[in-house]
Each structure stands twice: as C-alpha cells, then as structure tokens.
C-alpha cells in the first residue's frame, strides 16, 4: 500500500526558512513552508496534497466551528545524530488520532495517508528541523468536519492536514501548579481522553485564572470529589513517592499520553517500581510534607518532561525538593532526549525515519 499512494506535492517558491533563528523559536508561530491537505468527500479520503502552507477556505456554516468536530495530534520530528531526521512513534499518533475521530463521530485515517503523507511532508520540510539541543519540529495533524450547514448531526465532508512548526524546550524552567478543585475538565464518559478541540476550549477560563493567581498550569482533579488528581493542562502528570513512579490510572476522562506511556516503558526497564492507580491530592500533599514525595512532574509531547517546583493546595503553595542529577525526572528527560536524537540505541522500536 505504502508505494502505491499517490501524493500530489506542489512546492514553494518562495521559501520562509531565512526567517528561522533556531536560538528564537516561539511555541507555534512560525510554520515550516508545506502542509498536507486530504478532503473526505463522497465517504471516503481523496488523493493527498502538498501545498505550500496558507489559509483554508470554509464555510461561515462550517460545522467544527458551531458544533465542535474538530480534533488534532500533536507529535515531534527530532534531527538525528547523523544528520537524518526521524519521527518518535508515529504510529501510536496515529491510532490516537483515529479513537478521538471515532469518539467524535468523525471518518477514521487509512495508516497510509497518515504515514506517508506524514514522512512525505516533513522529508519535503526537512530543513526546518532544528539541530538544538531541545529543539525539534513540532507536528500537528488535525481533523475537522466541513459541511456548511447548521443541522446538528455529523458533517459528511472532513478535512485532514498537518502542519509543523519548529519549536524548542516549551517550558523553560519547573513549574507552579494548582490544584484546580472548582472546574471540571473532562467527566467519566466523556471525551477527556480524546483530543478533541472542545476540551482546550472549556480548559481556557480555569486556566487562565490558574495563571491570574501566579501558576503556570493547573492539575485536574475528578468530576465528583475533586480529590483524585487527573492530569495537568497539556501534560500527563507523574510523581515519586517512597521511591515508586506513580501516576493516575488511565481512564475515559484522561488522555492516554505517548509521552506518559514512553516514561513508564522506560521506567519498567530501569526495575523502577511502577503504580498506575488512583492518586489523591491529599496523599501527594501530605506525602511532601512527610518528605516521601521527592518529584513531581508533567510529561507530554509540546512540554517534554516539565519538572514542578510548586504545587497550589487548597490555599496554600506547597515547594518540591531541587531537582538533582539523580532525580529520576532528569534521568528520565536525558534517557528519551538520546533515544530522540538517536544518541541512545532505540531498544524499544520507537523512532521511524523519514
Ligand atoms: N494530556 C493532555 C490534555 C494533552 O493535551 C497532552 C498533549 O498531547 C498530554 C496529556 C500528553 O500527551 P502526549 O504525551 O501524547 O503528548
Ligand atoms: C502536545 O503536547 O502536543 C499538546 O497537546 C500541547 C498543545 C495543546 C500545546
């Protein structure tokens, strides 16, 4: 299948690659010179493009933009110690991307579009790779519906692309959480663990006021008691406490994080010991306070591995123990970041090149 798939690429002329400074780069902003655009038309995916990146034209009746079918990925190229350039587990985007279009009633991918229009469009974009340390180019496949008609049912007609940005470290220093005990950001059985655009957009008011209030980001707590903690902002969040990795539980109200799953492979190699249960603010905070809790930390694709210096409870700000050499946040962060950049042999089968 992989050989047969026709794309048809239509590259710039007028490159923007002068206007990257790698040593500069704003999570977001400025966009690599191509994307790939598919249209779901008449039930199934028409022939792939490559275009140079710009606006798409829509309808005001769009769907996605009344009633929310709208979903995306977010993933990473990272420049190789060769030179080369390679993808970290394309294929679990992939499978993600596809539960999120089921969850919203929305056409799956065929692998082949997304895998080689994927490896087509950053090969194509290859320069745009930074060669930083921390650096990489940040990939963005996203999903819309894009009937333009005011009827509330599922769109006929879809749009899939992917754009990438180069981006460096999205965090530049540990972080000040809160947790957050008023506003809810997903409930059990709905759509917390698809990645979906309404659940950014409800996560928009809380956090900004986590941010009015002095913190960076905000832990989620379950729907019904506001006890047990959920994940962070755009992060999967993991803490050691007696010496074991813990972490929530995945569930229908968590996103099932690559970054997450990537942590607790490698941490399972290492012999660390490893609980995936239900975790309550209050054993974290009394854990800290009883000196058993060393770490804590987010893991996510855009934020790499986010050590926290501060967690927010009930009122009061709560300080993490400095990171060290042997935290297993930094080891962890150092492990991946080899593995990425093909410093470290790739054991678990992670990376695709382009
Ligand atoms: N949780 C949410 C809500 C996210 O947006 C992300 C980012 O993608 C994550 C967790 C971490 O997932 P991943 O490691 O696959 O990037
Ligand atoms: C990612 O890590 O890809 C994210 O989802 C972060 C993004 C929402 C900024």
């Not at 655009?197 to 980001?217: F, I, R, T």
């Not at 970041?337 to 093909?342: D, K, L, P, Q």
């Amino acid at each position: 299948m992989l050989d047969t798939l026709a794309i048809d690429v239509q590259p710039t002329t007028a490159s923007r690659l002068t206007e990257l400074d790698p040593a500069n780069m704003e999570f977001g902003k400025l966009f690599a010179d191509h994307m790939l655009s598919v249209e779901f038309t008449g039930g199934e995916w028409q022939q792939p493009r490559i275009v140079p990146y710009g606006p798409l034209a829509i309808s005001p009746a769009n769907s996605a933009i009344h009633y929310g079918q709208a979903i995306f990925e977010g993933m990473k190229a990272y420049r190789q110690a060769d030179g080369s350039v390679a993808l970290f587990r394309p294929l679990d985007n992939w499978r993600r991307l596809n539960a999120s279009a089921e969850r919203m009633a929305m056409p799956t991918i065929p692998e082949d579009i997304f895998m080689q229009g994927l490896r087509e469009l950053v090969k194509l974009d290859a320069a745009w790779v930074p060669n930083i340390a921390g650096s990489s180019l940040y990939i963005r496949p996203f999903m819309f519906a894009t009937d333009g008609a005011l009827g509330v049912r599922p769109s006929e007609t879809y749009h899939f692309g992917i754009i990438t940005c180069p981006v460096s470290a999205f965090f530049t220093k540990p972080v000040r959480v809160r947790f957050e005990q008023q506003y809810v950001r997903a409930a059990p059985g709905g759509a917390g663990y698809a990645k979906n655009a309404g659940n950014y957009g409800a996560a928009m008011l809380p956090s900004k006021l986590a941010q009015q209030a002095g913190y960076h980001q905000l832990i989620w707590t379950d729907a019904s008691e506001h006890q047990y903690v959920e994940e962070s902002g755009a992060m999967n969040v993991m803490f050691v406490l007696d010496g074991k990795l813990i972490t929530p539980e995945l569930s229908t109200s968590i996103l099932d994080g690559i970054t997450r799953r990537s942590v607790l492979e490698l941490a399972r190699t290492w012999g660390v010991p490893v609980e995936e249960r239900r975790v309550s603010s209050r054993e974290i905070i009394e854990g800290l306070a009883a000196g058993r809790l060393t770490e804590a930390f987010g893991v996510g694709t855009a934020a790499t591995i986010a050590p926290i210096a501060t967690m927010g409870y009930e009122g009061r700000d709560h300080d993490l123990p400095a990171l060290t050499d042997t935290s297993f946040a930094r080891r962890v962060g150092a492990a991946l970041e080899a593995i990425r950049t093909g410093h470290a042999a790739d054991a678990h089968g992670w990376m695709v090149a382009v």
